[in-house]
C-alpha cells in the first residue's frame, strides 16, 4: 500500500509542478543553507584530538594583577619564560611541554635553488607522547636531550618529502637558519585541526602542519625569537638584551600538562595555587596571582577559536530553514485542503483516517526526498562557495562528504515530515459527508 | 472597502492566515537584524586607513641564514636604494607593519613614566624620513622626522625613541583638543617628544574590540634590524600591479639569500584591504544572499497560497460580480486581505526582531538595532506582500459573474 501511496503523492505532485517546486525549493534552499554553515561549524568545532581532551590542561597565572582587570584585560592566556620554567622543572604532570613557535629559513646547499622559509615549535620530549603523534621514522626525542640542549629535530613529512623525497632521514643533518639539526624523527601525516597547542601564541589556528619541532633549551641557548604572540603588558624597567627578554615579566610561552583523572588535576590545582603563593612571599607581586587549571575543550573556547562569524552564519540558517518550513506548512496545506472532495470521496468509501494520514505522509515523503535531491545540489554549491564568506584556513577544512550528505537527506525529510503535520492532521479530519453534500 | 467581510472571511481559512503572518513576522525579524549586521559590516570595512592605498605595495622580506644586525642593516640599505631606482617606484622605507596588516605591535602611552597609568593605547610603527611620503600621509602640525634622527636596534633592545609622530585621534586621546606637538609622552621609562601630528593612519588590526582605538597610531624614527621585515613601496600613480609583478624577481636578482614567499609575499594594497576585511566582507555576502532568498521564499509562499484562496473562493467572487461588485471590488478585497495579515505579521515581527537583537547583542557583542531598520524592513516587508498577492488578485477580479451559476 505504502508504494501505492508514494505513487500516488508523486502524480498528485505533478499535478501544481508550480507549488510543488515552490514547496521541493523551499526545503532544499533552507536545508542547503543550514547544511554548509554546519560543515564549516563542525570542522571549526571538532575535537582534535579525541580521546585525550579530558586529560590536557593549560595552567594559567595572574602575573599582571588586578590593576590589569580594571583596564579591562584578561589573565594572560601565556606564560612568562620565568613562570613556565619553573612549571617544567617542577615536573608535576604526567607529561608537561612548553611550547612556543619558531621560525628558520634553510639555504640549499644547490645554489640555483633560492633559500626557503620553515615555521615550526620549540618543545619538550613529552610533546610528542602527550599528544599522540604518530612517527613514519625514528621518534621523538628524549628528556636527557632536552637537559644537553641537544641540537635535535622532529620534522614533518612534508618536510622529509622536499628535503629527502620521502625517504627515512633518521641519523642525517639538515641546517636550519646557521645550524646543524640531526634528524632524530620524521612524523606521519599528523596535524591536528584547530592547532590546539599553540593557539594562544600562534596566530594561524587553522593552518598547515607545523615544518618541524627542535628542542625549547636549544632554542632559548640561540637566541630565537618566537615566531608568535608576545604581550608585556606592565614591564616597562625591562633590561635589554636577550638575558632581560627572559627574565621579563612579558609572556610568550604555551604550556600543556596531562593529568590522567580528577585527582590529578586537583593535586595540579592545588599545585598551582603554591606556587602562586610562593611568587608571592618572594616578593615577585603584590597580589596573590589568581591560578586557573583550564581543560582543552573549554581551553577552545577562552580562546574563541569557533569564529563567531562561523556561529552567527549557522544561527541565520537554522532561522532561514524555520521560515522554508512555515512557508511549506502553508503550502502543503494549501494543496491538501484543496483536495478536501477527494479525501471526502475515499473516506465515504470506507477509508479511515489513518489511510488519510499514511496517503499523506508518503505525498510528504516524496517532497522530502525531492528536497533532499535539490538540498545535496545546493549543499555542494554552498560547499564549493565556502570560499566567498571564509577565510581560506577555514574554507579549506570543511567539505562534503558521506555523513554530510547522509545529514542532509535525514534533514530534508525530517523537514518535510514535519511541515506535514499539520497539514495531514487537517486533512484526516475532512468531514467525509460536507465534501459530498456541496457536489 | 469594509473589513469586517474581511476578517469574517479570515476566520473560515484561520491556519493559512496564521502561517503567512508568522513567515512575515520571522521574515522581518532576520532581515531587518541581517541588513543592520550588512551595514555594521560595510561600514568597519569602509574605514579609511589614511594611507595611499592605490599607490601602495608591501613586500615582506626575510633574510636567510641569520645574518648579524650590522649585516641586516647594510642589505636593508641597499635595498631601499635599489627599490627608490627602481623606475615606476617613487619611495620606500622599512617597517615591521603598516595598517590592516594583521600584525604588529601596541603600546600603552603614558603621560607620565610609569607604565602602568597609560593613558591611551596606540599601535606602534617603526618610520624613517621617507615613511610619510611613501604612505602619503597628511602631515597637520609640527615635521616630519630627519635622516640623522632614525635610530638602528635589535630585536630585544628596549623602544626608547627620542621623538615621535603621533595621528590626530591619538593626540585628541592623549591632550583631549590641545596641541600635541612639543609635548612629552611616555612609551618607556624614557620621555618622547611629539614632534609631528598625521592626519590618519589605521592600527594594523581590525578586530571589532580594538575599534574603539583604531585610529591611535605612533611613528617612531627606528629601524628594527631583525630577520623578517616587511618593505612599503609606493610606486608612480597606476604603475601598483606592474610593479608588483616583478618586484620580487628584481629583489632576488639583487640578492638572494632571501625569502619573499611567492604567494602573498609581494601584495598590492588592494589585496592587503581584500585580506584584512575578508571576514566581513564574506558576512555581509552571506548576509545579503540569505536576506534575499528569504524575501523571494516569502513571497513565493504567499502567492502560492493566495492562489490557492483565489481558485476555492471562485464561485463566491462570481456570486459577488453577480450582485453588482466590479472588478476594483474584488482586486482590493484580496489587497486589503493580505494587508491586514502582513500587518498583524510585521507588528508580531517588530518585537521578534527586537528580542532577536537582544541575543545576538548577548551572544556577538553587536549593537543595539536602530529603529530605522525595522522601519526599512516593515515597509519592505507590505510592500513586497501587496506585490506578490498582486497577480492572483487580478486573475481573481477577471472571475466573470456566470461562475455563480456553476456547480463544480
Known amino acids: 500500500m505504502l508504494a501505492y501511496y508514494l505513487r500516488l503523492g508523486l502524480r498528485s505532485l505533478r499535478r501544481n509542478p508550480i507549488l510543488t517546486t515552490l514547496m521541493v525549493l523551499a526545503i532544499g534552499v533552507g536545508v542547503a543553507a543550514s547544511m554548509t554553515t554546519y560543515a564549516v561549524f563542525r570542522a571549526v568545532s571538532a575535537n582534535p584530538i579525541p580521546g585525550k581532551s579530558g586529560q590536557l590542561f593549560v595552567p594559567r597565572i595572574d602575573i599582571w594583577g588586578p590593576q590589569a582587570r580594571t583596564q579591562g584585560r584578561r589573565v594572560p592566556d601565556m606564560l612568562s619564560y620565568t613562570d613556565a620554567m619553573a612549571l617544567m622543572r617542577a615536573h608535576r604532570a604526567v607529561n608537561q611541554a612548553a611550547i612556543y613557535p619558531v621560525g628558520f629559513t634553510v639555504v640549499p646547499q644547490d645554489s640555483s635553488v633560492n633559500p626557503f622559509a620553515v615555521k615550526g615549535d620549540a618543545t619538550y620530549a613529552e610533546f610528542f607522547p602527550m599528544f599522540d603523534a604518530p612517527f613514519a621514522y625514528g621518534s621523538g626525542w628524549d628528556a636527557s636531550e632536552d637537559e644537553a640542549h641537544a641540537a635535535v629535530v622532529v620534522i614533518s613529512s612534508r618536510l622529509n618529502q622536499q628535503l629527502f623525497g620521502g625517504a627515512d632521514s633518521v641519523g642525517r643533518t639538515i641546517h636550519l637558519d646557521d645550524h646543524d639539526y640531526r634528524i632524530v624523527g620524521v612524523l606521519a601525516n599528523w596535524n591536528p585541526q584547530p592547532r590546539f597547542y599553540d593557539v594562544n601564541v600562534y596566530s594561524r589556528t587553522f593552518s598547515g602542519a607545523p615544518d618541524f619541532f627542535v628542542p625549547f633549551t636549544h632554542a632559548v641557548d640561540l637566541q630565537t625569537d618566537t615566531n608568535g604572540n608576545s604581550s608585556c603588558y606592565g614591564s616597562a624597567g625591562r633590561a635589554p638584551g636577550w638575558q632581560g627578554w627572559l627574565q621579563s615579566d612579558c609572556v610568550w610561552v604555551s604550556l600543556w600538562v596531562q593529568l590522567p583523572d580528577t585527582a590529578a588535576a586537583r593535586a595540579y590545582r592545588s599545585f598551582l595555587k603554591g606556587y602562586a603563593a610562593e611568587q608571592k612571599a618572594a616578593g615577585r607581586f603584590d597580589w596573590l596571582p589568581e591560578v586557573q587549571l583550564v581543560g582543552l575543550r573549554q581551553w577552545m573556547d577562552v580562546e574563541e577559536v569557533v569564529p563567531p562569524e562561523t556561529r552567527m552564519s549557522l544561527f541565520l540558517s537554522i532561522g532561514f530553514l524555520l521560515v522554508c518550513l512555515i512557508n511549506t506548512i502553508g503550502l502543503l496545506l494549501a494543496k491538501f485542503m484543496r483536495r478536501s472532495a477527494e479525501i471526502g470521496v475515499r473516506r465515504a468509501l470506507g477509508a479511515s483516517r489513518t489511510e488519510i494520514v499514511r496517503q499523506f505522509l508518503a505525498e510528504s515523503i516524496m517532497v522530502g526526498l525531492a528536497g533532499g535531491v535539490a538540498g545535496l545540489l545546493f549543499t555542494g554549491i554552498g560547499v564549493l562557495a565556502i570560499g566567498l564568506v571564509f577565510e581560506p584556513d577555514i574554507a579549506r577544512l570543511a567539505h562534503m562528504n558521506l555523513s554530510l550528505m547522509l545529514l542532509t537527506i535525514l534533514l530534508s525529510l525530517a523537514a518535510s515530515m514535519t511541515a506535514a503535520f499539520y497539514p495531514t492532521w487537517r486533512a484526516a479530519n475532512v468531514q467525509p459527508a460536507w465534501q459530498l453534500k456541496s457536489n | ?408
Open chain 2, 1 to 408: 472597502m469594509q473589513i469586517r467581510p474581511i476578517l469574517a472571511a479570515l476566520r473560515h481559512h484561520k491556519a493559512g492566515s496564521l502561517l503567512i503572518a508568522l513567515q512575515v513576522a520571522l521574515t522581518l525579524a532576520i532581515v531587518c537584524n541581517a541588513l543592520f549586521i550588512i551595514h555594521g559590516r560595510l561600514t568597519h570595512l569602509s574605514q579609511p586607513s589614511g594611507v595611499d592605498e592605490d599607490r601602495l605595495l608591501v613586500v615582506e622580506n626575510q633574510w636567510a641564514g641569520k645574518p648579524d644586525a650590522g649585516h641586516i642593516g647594510s642589505m636593508m640599505s641597499a635595498d631601499l636604494n635599489f627599490l627608490r631606482q627602481m623606475p615606476g617606484v617613487s619611495n620606500a622605507y622599512a617597517t615591521d607593519a603598516y595598517p590592516l596588516r594583521g600584525g604588529g605591535m601596541s603600546y600603552g602611552i603614558g603621560l607620565v613614566p610609569d607604565k602602568l597609568k597609560y593613558a591611551a593605547e596606540s599601535a606602534l610603527y617603526f618610520a624613517d624620513e621617507n615613511g610619510i611620503d611613501t604612505l602619503g600621509l597628511k602631515l597637520v602640525a609640527g615635521r616630519n622626522f630627519r635622516a640623522d634622527e632614525i635610530g638602528q636596534i635589535d630585536a630585544h633592545s628596549p623602544i626608547e625613541p627620542a621623538e615621535a609622530i603621533i595621528t590626530v585621534d591619538l593626540a585628541k586621546a592623549l591632550f583631549h583638543g590641545q596641541a600635541a606637538v612639543g609635548k612629552v609622552i611616555y612609551l618607556s621609562a624614557k620621555p618622547t617628544v611629539i614632534i609631528g601630528v598625521v592626519e590618519r593612519m589605521q592600527i594594523p588590526w581590525t578586530y571589532s574590540d580594538m575599534a574603539k582605538w583604531s585610529g591611535n597610531s605612533t611613528l617612531i624614527p627606528l629601524r628594527q634590524l631583525v630577520d623578517t621585515f616587511d618593505y612599503v613601496v609606493r610606486t608612480e600613480p597606476g604603475q601598483v600591479d606592474e610593479i608588483a609583478s616583478r618586484v620580487r624577481a628584481a629583489l632576488y636578482a639583487q640578492n638572494r639569500m632571501r625569502v619573499i614567499d611567492a604567494d602573498g609575499g609581494v601584495l598590492t594594497y588592494a589585496q592587503v584591504r581584500a585580506k584584512a576585511y575578508k571576514n566581513d566582507r564574506g558576512i555581509a555576502i552571506l548576509m545579503s544572499a540569505i536576506s534575499l532568498v528569504l524575501l523571494a521564499i516569502t513571497g513565493a509562499g504567499i502567492v502560492g497560497l493566495t492562489s490557492f484562496w483565489v481558485g476555492q473562493r471562485r464561485k463566491q467572487i462570481g456570486v459577488r460580480r453577480a450582485l453588482g461588485a466590479t472588478r476594483n471590488d474584488i482586486l482590493s478585497y484580496f489587497l486589503t486581505e493580505n494587508l491586514l495579515i502582513a500587518v498583524a505579521g510585521v507588528t508580531i515581527g517588530g518585537v521578534l526582531a527586537v528580542a532577536l537583537n537582544f541575543w545576538l547583542m548577548k551572544q556577538f557583542e553587536i549593537d543595539r538595532l536602530a529603529p530605522g531598520y525595522v522601519l526599512a524592513g516593515v515597509v519592505a516587508l507590505l510592500v513586497l506582500g501587496q506585490a506578490a498577492v498582486l497577480a492572483p488578485a487580478l486573475r481573481a477580479s477577471h472571475v466573470p459573474p456566470v461562475e455563480a451559476t456553476r456547480s463544480v
